[in-house]
């Protein structure tokens, strides 16, 4: 059952990051307004793991000052190589998306390294490609908690920012997980799960995420 404090803060957080991402984007000293770009039907795909499986679509609907609609496409143990061979699976049943979101690292970190794991990352977009012309948004996954894979998520989260498929966009949403929690922030992750974050792991993620969108 949930208690009084976890539905305050259920409530509290996606309004304070909203709040905090209408302050940096807006009203930065010195600055111009934004200018959004976000198309106007909005609809956007998330291809993942777990990670996805579990964000609640990274609370993107309501991070968001402007009405979206997000299709979450996350299935667990699932890495780039699962995704290509069976990508009809992610576009099924959805209107042409306006941007496509893939939070997808963890399961190859554990699996594929080096031309291997490009090779995947590559068959992924050109499957992509054969179904949609959106722009697709790639993530750097954070290293999660959890030793084993660590340095697999970091190696390959460097192949793909000098690797990154041509005319699409790379989100780095490792260097904020550690920027926050080296300077002391809340934590991130659960205490019995060291891949998945919390709440505010999660709020954090789609903050990032959807700066990336308005910015793209």
Same mark, same amino acid.
């Given at each position: 059952?949930?208690?009084?404090?976890?539905?305050?803060?259920?409530?509290?957080?996606? $309004?304070?990051?909203?709040?905090?991402?209408?302050?940096?984007? /807006?009203?930065?000293?010195?600055?111009?307004?934004?200018?959004?770009?976000?198309?106007?039907?909005?609809?956007? !795909?998330?291809?993942?793991?777990?990670?996805? *499986?579990?964000? +609640?679509?990274? &609370?993107?609907?309501? !991070? @968001?000052?402007?009405?979206?609609?997000?299709?979450?496409?996350?299935?667990?143990?699932?890495? &780039?190589? #699962?995704? &290509?061979?069976?990508?009809?699976?992610?576009?099924?049943?959805?209107?042409?998306? +306006?941007?496509?979101?893939?939070?997808?690292?963890?399961?190859?970190?554990?699996?594929?390294?080096?031309? +291997?794991?490009?090779?995947?990352?590559?068959?992924? /977009?050109?499957?992509?490609?054969?179904?949609? @012309?959106?722009?697709?948004?790639?993530?750097?996954?954070?290293?999660?908690?959890?030793?084993?894979?660590?340095?697999?998520?970091? @190696?390959?989260?460097?192949?793909? *920012?000098?690797?990154?498929?041509?005319?699409?966009?790379?989100?780095?949403? #490792?260097?904020?997980?550690?920027?926050?929690? @080296?300077?002391?922030?809340?934590?991130?992750?659960?205490? +019995?799960?060291?891949? /998945?974050?919390?709440?505010?792991?999660?709020?954090?993620?789609?903050?990032?995420?959807?700066?990336?969108? $308005?910015? #793209?």
């Amino acid at each position: 059952m949930t208690n009084k404090r976890d539905a305050v803060e259920a409530g509290i957080i996606p $309004y304070l990051a909203c709040v905090l991402f209408l302050l940096i984007f /807006h009203c930065s000293p010195g600055s111009e307004p934004y200018t959004f770009l976000l198309p106007e039907s909005r609809n956007y !795909l998330i291809i993942g793991d777990s990670l996805t *499986e579990r964000s +609640d679509g990274f &609370y993107l609907e309501n !991070l @968001s000052p402007d009405p979206l609609t997000v299709y979450i496409r996350g299935v667990d143990g699932y890495d &780039y190589r #699962d995704w &290509y061979l069976r990508m009809d699976q992610a576009f099924a049943g959805i209107p042409s998306p +306006d941007r496509i979101i893939t939070v997808l690292g963890s399961n190859d970190a554990a699996r594929f390294s080096g031309q +291997d794991f490009l090779d995947n990352v590559n068959q992924f /977009h050109e499957a992509i490609r054969q179904r949609s @012309s959106a722009t697709v948004f790639y993530t750097q996954v954070p290293r999660s908690r959890y030793l084993p894979i660590q340095n697999g998520i970091l @190696s390959n989260n460097a192949l793909l *920012e000098s690797n990154l498929p041509a005319e699409s966009r790379l989100i780095d949403l #490792d260097t904020p997980f550690e920027t926050h929690l @080296s300077t002391g922030g809340a934590p991130l992750y659960p205490q +019995d799960d060291a891949i /998945h974050p919390n709440r505010t792991g999660y709020t954090l993620m789609g903050t990032i995420i959807l700066e990336a969108l $308005y910015r #793209d």
